[in-house]
C-alpha cells in the first residue's frame, strides 16, 4: 500500500505538471495558428463573447498522458508485471482513438472555418467502430465478459450475446455525454476531476496500480487542464479532449467490469446526452415545442439565469452524489 501511495502520488503530480507545461506551451501555438472555438448563432447570445477562444486544448493532456503512460509501462516491463497491463493498454488505446476522432472533427472545423466538422453519422460510425474494437479485443483476452454483477444481491446474469451490442451501445453514448458536458468553461474538467476521485478510491482499496494510473490521468489532466479552462476560459479542449475523458471514464469501468457502476458513475455525461436526445425528440412529437429552454441541460440553466460558477458547482455536486451511489453498489 505504501508503493502504490507514493506511485500514485508521483504519478497524479506527473500529470498534472506535464498538461501544465504542455497547455503553456500549446495555447500560444494555436493562437498563431488561429485554432480559435467558433460560436453558433443558435447557441446562448451571451457565448459570443467567447469566440476565437483556442480550442483543441485536449492535445495538451493527452500527450501528457501518454508520457505518463510510456513512463508507467517501462517501469512494468522491467519488473516483468506488463502482461497484467493488457486491460489498462486496451482503455488508454480506446480512450486516444476516441480523442483521435475528435481531433479529426476539430480540425475540420479550423479549416473549413465553421462549427460543423465531421457529419453526424460519420463520427458515430468512427465511435461504434472503435468501442466495437474495443470490447472485441477485450473479450478476446478475457478482460470483460457477459456475465453481469447485480448490485445489492450478490448474484448474476449471463447476457450472452445481448452484452457484446449493448456493450459499445454503453460505450459509445458516455463518449458522446461526455463531448456535450463540454459546453461551459470548466464543466467537463470538473465532472472528470470528481470522477477521477472516484477511482482513486478503487484503486487504493483493491491496492491496483493499473486504477491506479487511470485515476492519475483522469485526476491529474483534469486539474491541470482546469488551471486555463476555469470560467474565464484561456482554452477549450475540443472534441479532441471531451471524446477522450468521455472515453476513459466509461472505458475505466469496463477495467473493472463494473458496466453499471459505470453508467451510474458517468450519471452525468448520461443526462446530458439524454436531455439533447429528448428535446430533439419531443420538438418533433410536439412540433415545435420545447422540453427545456435550450439542450443540452446546462444551456437550459444558463437560459434560467445561472451563472457558469453555480452550473460547474451544481454539476460537480451532482457527480460527488454519483460517485457515493457508485462505491456503495461497487462495493455491495
Known sequence: MRNLTLEYGLTVLGMFLCTLLAEWRLIPVLRSHKAGQRILEIGPRWHKAKEGTPTMGGIGFILAALICTVVYMILRARRGLSQTEIPLAMTL?????????????????LVKRRNEGLTWYQKLILQIAVAAAYVAVMGYTGAVSPVV???????WIDLGWLFWPAAVVLLVGVVNGGNLTDGIDGLCSSVTVVIGAFF??????????????????????????LVFNFHPAKVFMGDTGSLFFGALVIGGAFMIRAYLVGLILSGVFVFEMLSSFLQVLFFKLTKGKR????APFHHHLEKCGWNEYAIVAFFSACEALLSVAAWFLLDA
Open 291 to 294: 422540453l427545456f429552454k435550450m
Open 200 to 225: 482513486a478510491l478503487v484503486a487504493f482499496a483493491w491496492n491496483d496500480s493499473s486504477v491506479g494510473l487511470l485515476s492519475a490521468i483522469l485526476l491529474g489532466g483534469a486539474l491541470g487542464f
Open 149 to 155: 454483477e447485480l448490485p445489492f444481491s450478490k448474484g
Open 93 to 109: 488505446s480506446f480512450a486516444a482513438a476516441n480523442g483521435l476522432i475528435g481531433f479529426i472533427d476539430d480540425y475540420f472545423k
